[in-house]
């Protein structure tokens, strides 16, 4: 009996979640600034590919990051390492972050002197599928050591990123990571999604990640000059 009401909260939740969502993405567009969200399960890497991100980016352009956790000042300790702003959002029993969470953190800082906006996600692969943030470009993140199957698993997080990045690369060889069938896994439930491959360890592909978020942000910005 109870299922119906369950259902129409949830939806109401969401509707006012895509809501705050919409005029953020209206605020980070007036700005300039180009925002990328983070998303994997626990442990993916995130925080080490967004302090490598963070700083070799803050050479040439102005970036600052959010980072969601149920728990702890852990990841915002670890990314200050970077020398650019960074704000925790602690979410006590909440598995993913919401667009009022960005929007309440982001009080003080002027967005109009930042070129990048960087959000790690709460590290789940099923919450923070159905929370717009008011991102430009979500990134999934899938570790090499979780296992080929995973987007088959969870396809809901997959489906409804634009980048795929592989982490640890440095670790293949030691777990036998299968290439072809990730990948395939991965375009079975996204189809024609691009792939990218990293170690925040070893640097390796971080060139090729910097080259792309860069172009996708300059596509965004001359999109904007242009109908100005
Ligand atoms: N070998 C190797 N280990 C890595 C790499 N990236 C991260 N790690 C390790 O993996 C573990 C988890 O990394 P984090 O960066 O904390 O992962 P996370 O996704 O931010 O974790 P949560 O925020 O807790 O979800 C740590 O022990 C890291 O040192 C990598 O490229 N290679
Ligand atoms: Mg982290």
Redesign the pocket.
């Known amino acids: 009996m109870n299922s119906p009401r369950i259902v129409e909260v949830r939806k109401n939740i969401l509707k006012q979640n895509d809501e705050i969502a919409h005029a953020l993405r209206g605020r980070f567009e007036e700005a300039g600034v180009f925002v990328v969200n983070l998303v994997?399960?626990?442990?993916?890497?995130?925080?080490?590919?967004?302090?490598s991100t963070l700083t070799k980016l803050r050479t040439d352009f102005r970036v600052a990051a959010l980072?969601g956790?149920l728990a702890t000042e852990n990841?915002a300790i670890?990314l200050a390492r970077s020398q650019v702003p960074v704000r925790q959002i602690i979410t006590g029993t909440v598995c993913h972050l919401e667009a009022a969470m960005i929007e309440r953190n982001l009080k003080d800082w002027n967005l109009h002197e930042l070129d990048f906006l960087f959000v790690?996600n709460?590290?789940?692969l099923v919450c923070p599928s159905s929370y717009d943030l008011g991102e430009n470009l979500r990134v999934v993140?899938m570790?090499v050591t979780e296992g080929e199957d995973k987007p088959l698993k969870y396809p809901t997080i997959v489906n409804s990123a634009d980048v795929a990045v592989i982490?640890?690369?440095?670790?293949a060889d030691a777990v036998e990571f299968d290439w072809p069938v990730a990948a395939k896994n991965l375009r079975a439930v996204r189809p024609g999604i691009e792939i990218l491959q990293?170690?925040?360890?070893?640097g390796s592909g971080m060139d090729a990640w910097l080259q792309f978020i860069t172009s996708q942000r300059r596509d965004v910005v001359e999109h904007l000059v242009w109908h100005s």
Request: proline residues 3%; negative net charge; glycine residues 10%.
């Open positions: 994997s399960s626990p442990g993916s890497g995130k925080t080490a590919f967004l302090e980072v956790d990841d670890r790690e709460v590290g789940n993140l570790s982490t640890k690369t440095d670790l990293v170690s925040a360890k070893s």
